[in-house]
Each structure stands twice: as structure tokens, then as C-alpha cells.
């Protein structure tokens, strides 16, 4: 009932919920009320989550942020919801993003931008929460909800977390299962959670994560108790610093927050090894080749036959093409062009098949840093912090892809990343560095993060 006021006093002014479910929390709320009571409390139960709109929910509204989804309400769960549920979650609704997850400061959204809590000192100007989760970073740092579930394809988990001052993880690719979540880039979305700290992460992620039939990508291995790891101590730990990540131009204050958790590591016992990852800087590049061709293809089923929102019309010909016309934003339509482009006959080898070299590179390089040692790479979780709401708006497109510069390496590679709040900014506002691991060490992430 808390969260639910909560919600209705705050969201008109932050735009976090895309729709909230309150009968139905109240429901499962008194189911776990029972449980506890009878002693059988499961390990989240009665926890209040959000849900990012990317996730079906059965007979909820689940619209990816997007017009073309109109009026959709799936006739099943995602996994990951369902172990949510299964582990006593409560559901307060479904959280806003960027339109089918591309973008970084959630205002690609159908339904208006999302706003963050946070504000610069002396200044009432909006400021964004980041993207494509800005919805669930946004509603758990108003404690609009306990945690809340987020996907990151090139960093919409990690980025939004820095710009609010929470905690977010990119488990492993195939950690989490991606049945039910709506695709963007299938060989590089991964779910993961929001959290106010790094235990409520590690809780989160234990309830997630798990081997599926439903998706032959998810890893059949055990899923270890995360919350155990947390405390231990990080004596004699390696801690690698890639050196490409200085990159040109970086603000004083990220290299500043980036020393002062090296210091940290320092201190507290851990050894600080320089490393070398030589092919970071064509990550960017290469990313924004692999997620939109992925993408033009993942999204050539909404076609106004088999979901949502439909532009009637005589011939079938014309009835795509309307409907696609009205039903994609600006930024979507972009994406299924230069992905179509790179994957058409003659350029195919020239740019799709071009990257994915790149990427098996990029993932060499995390092989051999690993192999040589290292636990952990620390690096500033974004390059700048929170920019106000349209402050892009002009802005060459690249100028907002440039904004994944620290995090794309990780789901090109496929390995876990950890985005945790380290400092404000001279203006007041968070700051976030990023943990990058071993694949499947989850573990360690949350040991060193915490
Ligand atoms: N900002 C990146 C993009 O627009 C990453 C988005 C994401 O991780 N879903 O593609």
C-alpha cells in the first residue's frame, strides 16, 4: 500500500510506471502476507518490484514502449518474471524505457521521457535517468519500488544505474533467460536487476537467473548464493585497469572517480594491475552494426498481422508499410535501416560479417586479461554524468551512442558487469563506476562491488 501511494503521488512528475497494477499487488502482497504467517516465507516474498515493459506479463500490458505494440497483453510470462513470482515477488506494474530498448536517456519512449529524482545543485532543470532502463533507475531511486527488472543490450542496465546513484548488473550472456523479454539484439540482451545496493542486487539476480528450455542460450550451470560472497574480504585480489578506457577528451571528474576507486582497492588490500584490452576502441563501431541488424530482423514481426496496432487498408503491401510508418518512433526506424543496409547482399561481408571479427577480438582480449590473472577490470561506469532532458535533442545521433563507450565491450564479450554508485559530481549528481568479471563469476562482482 506504501509503494502504491508512493507511485501515485510521484509518477506524474517522473513518468517511471507505464502502467500500475495495484489490485494485483495487493493480491499477491496478502498471499505472501499468508505465507510468512504459516512460516513458509520464500526468499523475496512480498518484495515489491517493477517491471520493465520490455518483459511479457500475463495479461498485463507489455508494449516495449512502443506504439506498435498497442493494446498488447501477452498470454504468458517471461521467465525471469515467473521466477520472480515463484520466489514471492509482488508486481507494482510495468516500468517505462526507451522504445524497444534503443536509446540511453529514455526519451525515445512512445509514452514521453522518463525523470529522474535527481536534480543538479541549485538547479530545478530535468534531468535524465538514462537509458534504456531510465524507468526502473529512475522508480528505484524514488523508492517507487524495492528493485526492479532491466535488460541491457549495450548498457541499459549499467548506464542508468551510474546516472541514479543504484546498482545494476549485466549478468553473464545466458545467465538469465530471454524467454518472454521482447528482443532487441538476441545474441547480446541479457536481463539482469536494479537495486539500491549491491546485497538487494545479488538477491535479485539469485531469483533470475536460470537454465530454460525455452531458451537454448541459457547456461545450464548452478546458480551459486550470491548474497554469501558479500563481505568477504578483497585482500589479494587483482584488480585490472585497462588503459584503453582513457580515452580522449575523458572530463577531469571521471579520470578523478576513476583514481579514487583505485585507491580504494588499494587500500583495502587488492593488487592493481595495468592491463591492455588493444581492440576497445572498435567496440562502439562494431556494436552499432551487430544491435541493429539484429534488431531490423527481430522487429520484421511486428507487421500489424500478429500484435498490437494495425493501419487498415486494402492491400496487405500498403497495410505494412502504414503501419510500420506510424507505429515505429524516429530512433527504431533507424536502427531497422542501417541494420537492413549492413545486412544486404554486397555490403554483408563489408560491415556485418566485419564486426562479428571484431567482436571475437574484443572478446580475445578479455580472454587474455583473465588468463593472465586479473579477477576484476574497474573502469567509470559512463563517460560523463546525467544531462538534462533534450539536451541531445539536436545533437548528432552518435553523440548519445557515445554514451555506451565504457559499456559495450562487455555484452560484445558476453561477460558480467557491475555498475555501482562511487561519488557525485561537482553539480551533485551520481557518478558510477563499472566491475567487469569473468564469465559466470558473477560472485566476485558483487564481492568487489560491495
Ligand atoms: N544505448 C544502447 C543502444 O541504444 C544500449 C541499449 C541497451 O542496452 N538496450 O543500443
Known amino acids: 500500500e506504501a509503494y502504491v501511494a508512493a507511485i501515485e503521488a510521484a509518477n506524474p512528475s517522473l513518468n517511471a510506471y507505464v502502467a500500475v497494477t495495484p489490485d494485483k499487488a495487493l493480491d499477491m502482497a496478502r498471499a505472501s502476507d499468508a505465507r510468512i504467517a504459516a512460516g513458509e516465507a520464500r526468499p523475496l516474498e512480498g518484495v515489491p518490484l517493477g517491471i520493465k515493459d520490455l518483459f511479457a506479463t500475463e495479461g498485463v500490458h507489455t508494449q516495449a514502449a512502443s506504439h506498435i505494440l498497442d493494446g498488447f497483453k501477452p498470454g504468458y510470462e517471461s521467465t525471469v518474471t515467473a521466477n520472480l513470482w515463484a520466489d514471492g515477488a509482488v508486481m507494482l506494474g510495468k516500468l517505462n524505457m526507451d522504445e524497444f530498448a534503443m536509446g540511453s536517456s529514455n526519451e525515445t ?9 535527481w536534480r543538479s545543485e541549485g538547479s530545478n532543470a530535468k534531468i535524465v535517468p538514462g537509458g534504456s532502463s531510465g524507468g526502473s533507475a529512475s522508480a528505484v531511486a524514488a523508492h517507487l519500488c524495492a528493485g526492479a ?3 541491457d543490450t549495450g548498457g541499459s542496465i549499467r548506464q542508468p544505474a551510474a546516472f541514479t546513484g543504484t546498482v545494476g548488473i549485466k549478468p553473464t550472456y545466458g545467465r538469465c533467460s530471454r524467454w518472454g523479454t521482447v528482443a532487441f539484439a538476441s545474441s547480446l540482451d541479457q536481463a539482469g536487476p536494479i537495486a539500491r545496493t549491491v546485497r538487494d542486487a545479488a538477491i535479485m539476480l539469485k531469483s533470475m537467473a536460470s537454465v530454460d528450455p525455452k531458451d537454448t542460450t541459457s547456461a545450464d550451470l548452478p546458480v551459486p548464493d550470491y548474497e554469501q560472497s558479500i563481505g568477504e574480504t578483497v585482500k589479494g585480489l587483482k584488480i585490472g585497469i585497462p588503459r584503453e578506457y582513457r580515452v580522449e577528451g575523458m572530463p577531469e571528474e571521471i579520470e578523478k572517480l576513476w583514481q579514487q576507486g583505485i585507491d580504494w582497492y588499494r587500500q583495502a588490500g587488492a593488487e592493481i594491475v595495468d592491463i591492455s584490452l588493444p581492440h576497445t576502441k572498435y567496440a562502439l563501431p562494431a556494436y552499432y ?16 498481422v500478429r500484435y498490437g496496432l494495425r493501419v487498415e487498408c486494402d492491400d496487405i503491401i500498403d497495410m505494412y508499410e502504414k503501419t510500420r510508418a506510424a507505429g515505429f518512433g524516429r530512433e527504431v526506424k533507424r536502427r531497422i535501416l542501417i541494420g537492413t543496409y549492413v545486412l544486404s547482399a554486397g555490403y554483408y561481408d563489408a560491415y556485418y560479417v566485419r564486426a562479428q571479427k571484431v567482436r571475437t577480438l574484443i572478446k580475445r582480449d578479455f580472454e587474455l586479461a583473465f588468463e593472465a590473472g586479473v579477477d576484476a577490470i574497474l573502469t567509470p561506469a559512463t563517460p560523463s554524468s546525467a544531462f538534462g532532458i533534450g539536451a541531445m535533442a539536436d545533437a548528432d545521433p552518435v553523440e548519445m551512442y557515445l554514451n555506451d563507450i565504457f559499456t559495450v565491450t562487455v555484452n560484445m564479450a558476453g561477460l558480467p558487469g557491475l555498475a555501482v ?30
Not at 519512449?109 to 529524482?117: A, E, L, R
Not at 552494426?289 to 500489424?304: C, F, K, M, Q, T
Open 109 to 117: 519512449s512512445y509514452y514521453g521521457p522518463v525523470v529522474s529524482p
Open 421 to 450: 554508485p562511487a561519488g557525485l559530481d561537482s553539480s551533485g549528481l551520481p557518478l558510477g563506476l563499472q566491475l567487469i568479471g569473468r564469465p559466470f563469476d558473477e560472485q566476485t562482482l558483487f564481492r568487489v562491488g560491495q
Open 149 to 151: 527488472t532491466a535488460t
Open 289 to 304: 552494426i551487430v544491435a541493429p541488424a539484429e534488431a531490423s530482423s527481430n522487429l520484421a514481426r511486428y507487421d500489424g
